[in-house]
């Protein structure tokens, strides 16, 4: 008879295993992490989408609510607040394609 058919069909001139004892938890491969940090942060930025006025509050949470949906008062508010330069602000939008229509 056939060795694998044995195995498989559980013939009893089929050899008997071990079980294995339990083993720890394995750890994700590298490209599985990478995969998984991507879904988390495409799930942030629909998010975001959704509700942007609340993603400001929970990134800057001191932005005061009068101004949370407004994109020009926010970013004035953090000028002042946190000294970001006008340089500093073309540098990040140059990063973004999309904002820049690159």
């Known amino acids: 008879m056939n060795p694998l058919y044995n195995m498989m069909m559980g013939s009893s001139m089929a050899p008997i295993a071990a079980s294995p004892s339990p083993s720890?938890?394995?750890?994700?491969?590298?490209?599985?992490?990478?995969l998984m940090n991507r879904i988390g942060q495409t799930g942030s930025l629909l998010q975001a989408m959704?509700?942007?006025?609340?993603?400001?509050?929970?990134?800057?949470p001191d932005i005061p609510d009068q101004i949370a949906n407004d994109?020009?008062?926010?970013l004035g508010y953090l000028q002042r607040t946190r000294g970001i330069s006008n340089q500093q602000i073309q540098q990040a939008a140059n990063m973004m394609p999309y904002i820049t229509g690159r």
């Open 24 to 34: 720890p938890v394995p750890q994700m491969a590298p490209m599985a992490q990478q």
């Open 50 to 60: 959704q509700n942007p006025a609340a993603f400001v509050k929970q990134q800057f």
């Open 71 to 74: 994109p020009n008062q926010i």
